[in-house]
């Protein structure tokens, strides 16, 4: 959505070693800080040893700084995917390239995806151009209800995207954890108890341990669950689907969850809210693509944010590896309803922080990503215009202060194709 | 929101929607008459449709795109009798006796129309029993419709027409068949019948499909095709025998019906219109050759994501490309997508259709023409605004052959009309009022004009605004 300015990179640029961070200011535009703030006119940025200084209209530019003047632009931090799958697959149906889960593996809870993700693959590229700096990578699952361990990761094009592994634990317990169990709710939820609680029993002899419903590396991942040392993203649609989630806390009281989808959300609001637990949600759903989701709404975000629930925008199962670009698009949305008679949306303001701080804030992290207060990690993009909106390009990203390239396949093929026809040679020649 | 073309297989391991294909029960086509057969009582499952009451109504003082690249700032549009009767600028004179309705800040534009859908055929709930768009128990399938797949409680088709401003939409098989089956088009009226939904004289069309998919699903149970020259053998061997129906039906001794045949001879007879799902260009190109071997038109590449690299033949053989804006990379034959595809085509003069196959984009065709639009901005293409409404409106009209009723504003045409509550290409723009056929079936300041199906009567949600 978001497109770069046009800009002629060689191959060998893009196998360049990074920049390294330097000391940035980024002066006159229009700053977004990102914690639901409105934004400021005629700010300044500054960013120092990859990291955010200051963000305001009374901040001294250093005699040392490189200035970026984005006069008529927006400056921003970087979008932060709350929930995806991005660089764990570069084509999806080629199974050799998807490494969302693993059905034949003999593990589950312990699957880790930092091993997985791949800082080359050409959705990262395309999405750090269109302006999305970090996300939640999550796996799905095999034949468990849990997934295993997912991480925040940014998308730099340095070899390293990890931000935080073992970042949190990944289990379905709706629809589809009701068939991961073999085929009921019922099911789903005794082998999530059964499993957590053979974990316990793990903990206390690690050496006799033996289970017929895992190995011990599931049940030593199940470990920080349990004790809410780490979260626990739950994949739930149904309003009865996630009164049976907030009612585990009754057997595992420190389980630090977080819900993932929460399609029917809004129906039970008062109780999330009343729950603290965060939801990362899909914007835009408002079908019943099955009957957990009989009652979805693009007002369910909205809804929930009335109520007092902690709540961002994640896109699980939706084109979840490849277009967290959609990310700007449906939070635009989201501020569309506000002129939607009996919608409820979120303002933009508030939009903009549920593609920033919000998700940072619900994975534990807000004190290092997702806004321009100081002393959060450099990830700033500079915009031509209103961020949300369709028309508006990304002109330049930094992540961790370091300004990346922008440029990918995609734009390469954009611009051997500008003329289709060949000229002197075949196009193959053409680059 | 899964993706309908595929994204199932990876995780299943199994197809089951959309484009991609699962088995299905054979549908059976009991036409007592056929649109084709001379002699018959008339048409087979004629359309019952009728345009509900409407009034006089006049907008005025808002920025109309007619469909055909024209934009009026402060215009005035007058329907009435469910017919366009005038558009243009301030000027325009305004008729007594009409309902006027204040337009300024909002926008118009014709009913927006949907050349690629599975409303219906893969409705939401998308439970197995809804399965109903690939008859994937043979290849060769140009014998099933489409329409006697689709359910006209779909709560997709409310959303289309509540979010997406969508009034005409045609509802394709999916892509597991070479020869995938007849088309519908519908008006997006709710019935009780889909013959209620069917737009009077619209031509049929035949969806065909190239590519990963034909060959995955029968090359996986070890079935012609498995390979890519498999498929093309075997459509020319159908268009073969197809080519000898033709001429045996004009002659002396008519064959026995046969409602595989009579689809292709009319393709061949230019009555039904060629759909074709194909992804690359090496392969777009195949086609076009083999549409001269046999003497037939393609009318539009659908899901056409490299269209951009033979723009030019594109252009030369006046196929219409029916397009995502940007998705890419969820398959093989996906991976070169660009997001300037449109703009590229437009630029080469060749004719560009932005679809959805999906029911969340169907709801937002307006923002992902934006989209398109704003990417070949960005690389120096020129485009007007009232050129993009036009890939979503006169576009695919012209691809389904109803542009001489619907798809721009233009005197006599059908009152299929949109007001929306900003300018469509912004992210910020919603339908505020939509007619079709003069009638007004969605106003969103009033909930009793919004349509809620069967099945989502009596439901939490009933009646929401979605």
């Known amino acids: 959505m978001k497109r770069f300015v046009t800009t002629f990179v060689s191959t060998l640029a893009l196998m360049a070693v990074p920049a390294a961070a330097e000391t940035i200011a980024i002066t006159g535009g229009k700053v977004v800080v990102g914690d639901g703030s409105a934004p400021m006119d005629g700010a300044t940025v500054v960013i120092r040893d990859g990291r955010v200084v200051a963000a305001g209209t009374n901040v001294a530019v250093p005699a040392d700084a490189r200035r970026i003047d984005a006069s008529g632009k927006w400056v921003t931090p970087g979008v932060f995917a709350g929930f995806s799958r991005i660089g764990l697959v570069e084509v999806g149906a080629v199974r050799s390239t998807n490494d969302t889960n693993a059905a034949d593996s003999v593990f589950s809870a312990a699957l880790d995806v930092q091993y997985a993700v791949n800082p080359f693959a050409a959705p990262v590229a395309v999405n750090r151009a269109a302006g999305v700096t970090r996300a939640v990578v999550s796996p799905s699952t095999g034949k468990s209800i849990f997934g295993g361990y997912g991480a925040i990761v940014d998308l730099g094009e340095d070899s390293n995207p990890i931000t935080k592994a073992k970042a949190f634990q990944f289990v379905e317990l709706g629809e589809t954890g009701h068939r991961r169990a073999g085929g009921s709710r019922a099911a789903a939820h005794i082998l999530f108890r059964a499993m957590l609680n053979e974990a316990r029993t793990y903990s206390r002899n690690p050496s006799l341990f033996d289970s017929d419903l895992m190995k011990a590396s599931d049940a030593k991942a199940l470990l920080p669950v349990i004790n809410g040392s780490t979260r626990l993203l739950v994949h739930v649609e149904s309003a009865n689907d996630i009164l049976k989630v907030l009612d585990l806390r009754k057997d595992f009281p420190s389980l630090k969850l977080v819900l993932v989808g929460a399609n029917e959300g809004w129906r039970v609001a008062n109780e999330i809210a009343a729950a603290k637990v965060p939801v990362l949600a899909s914007a835009l759903s408002d079908l019943p693509y099955s009957f957990e989701d009989l009652s979805a709404t693009q007002s369910n975000i909205g809804r929930m944010k009335q109520a007092g629930v902690n ?26 309803l506000n002129k939607v008679p009996r919608a409820t949306g979120l303002s933009w303001d508030e939009a903009f922080a549920a593609i920033s701080s919000k998700p940072a804030e619900i994975m534990g992290m807000g004190d290092q990503l997702g806004s321009l207060k100081a002393g959060r990690k450099g990830d700033v993009v500079i915009w031509t215009g209103d961020p949300l909106e369709l028309s508006t390009q990304v002109e330049s990203v930094f992540i961790d202060g370091v300004e990346q390239s922008l440029s990918n396949r995609q734009e390469r093929l954009r611009e051997r194709y500008r003329n289709p026809t060949p000229g002197a040679l075949p196009k193959a020649y053409d680059r | ?306 269209s951009y690299k033979i723009a030019d033949i594109l252009a030369k053989e006046e196929i219409c490309s029916a397009i995502w804006a940007d998705w890419w990379g969820f398959k093989m034959e996906a991976y070169d997508a660009i997001p300037e595809n449109a703009a590229l085509l437009q630029q080469a003069g060749a004719c560009v259709i932005i679809h959805s196959d999906d029911e969340n984009q169907i709801q937002r065709l307006n923002q992902e023409a934006s989209k398109a639009l704003a990417d070949g901005r960005a690389m120096g293409i020129e485009i007007t605004d009232a050129q993009a409404i036009q890939w979503i409106t006169y576009n695919p009209a012209k691809a389904m052959g109803i542009a001489d009723q619907t798809g721009s504003l233009k005197p006599g045409k059908m009152a299929d009309v949109v007001l929306w509550n900003d300018n469509p290409l912004s992210v910020y723009s919603r339908p505020e009022k939509v007619w079709i056929d003069g009638a007004m079936l969605f106003d969103a300041n009033d909930a009793s004009r919004r349509p809620v199906s069967d099945f989502e009567l009596g439901q939490p949600g009933e009646g929401d605004v979605k």
Not at chain 2, 69 to 87: E, T, Y
Not at chain 2, 130 to 147: K, M, Q, R
Not at chain 2, 272 to 291: F, P, W
């Open chain 1, 311 to 336: 709540v961002a925008i994640g896109m699980i199962n939706d084109r979840d590896a490849h277009q967290l670009r959609y990310s700007m698009q449906y939070a635009g949305n989201l501020v569309a």
């Open chain 2, 1 to 306: 929101m899964e993706l309908k073309d595929l994204l199932a297989v990876v995780a299943a391991g199994a197809l089951v929607t959309g484009c991609a294909a699962t088995a299905a029960e054979t549908e059976t086509a009991s036409a007592s008459a056929s649109s084709s057969s001379k002699g018959s009582a008339g048409p087979a499952f004629p359309s019952t449709y009728k345009a509900y009451a409407s009034d006089n109504i006049v907008i005025t003082g808002a920025t109309i795109f007619d469909g055909e690249g024209q934009r009026f700032d402060n215009g005035v549009i007058f329907m009435s009798a469910g017919k366009i009767v005038s558009v243009g600028g301030p000027d325009t004179v305004i008729p007594t006796d009409s309902t006027i309705i204040d337009g300024t800040g909002k926008y118009v534009t014709p009913g927006i129309i949907d050349v690629h859908s599975h409303l219906g055929d893969y409705p939401t709930p998308s439970v197995a029993a809804h399965s109903d768009g690939n008859e994937a128990t043979s290849p060769v399938t140009p014998e099933v419709w489409a329409e006697h797949s689709v359910w006209p409680q779909d709560p997709g088709f409310s959303r289309a027409m509540a979010n997406g401003g969508i009034t005409s939409l045609q509802i394709l098989p999916g892509s597991a068949n070479l020869f995938g089956g007849r088309s519908v088009t519908l008006k997006n009226v709710p019935a009780r019948t889909v013959q209620a939904m069917k737009f009077l004289g619209a031509p049929y069309g035949m969806k065909m499909a190239c590519g990963e998919n034909p060959k995955r699903v029968y090359g996986g149970r070890n079935r012609k095709p498995s390979t890519r020259m498999g498929s093309l053998s075997l459509t020319r061997q159908t268009w073969i025998n197809a080519q000898e129906y033709q001429k045996k039906r004009k002659g002396a001794k008519p064959p026995k019906r046969d409602l595989a045949m009579e689809t292709l001879a009319g393709v061949l007879d230019g009555d039904i219109l060629v759909h074709n799902h194909c992804y690359r260009a090496d392969e777009l190109n195949q086609i076009i050759d083999m549409s001269k071997e046999f003497g037939y038109k393609v009318t539009a590449f659908h899901h056409a994501v490299e």
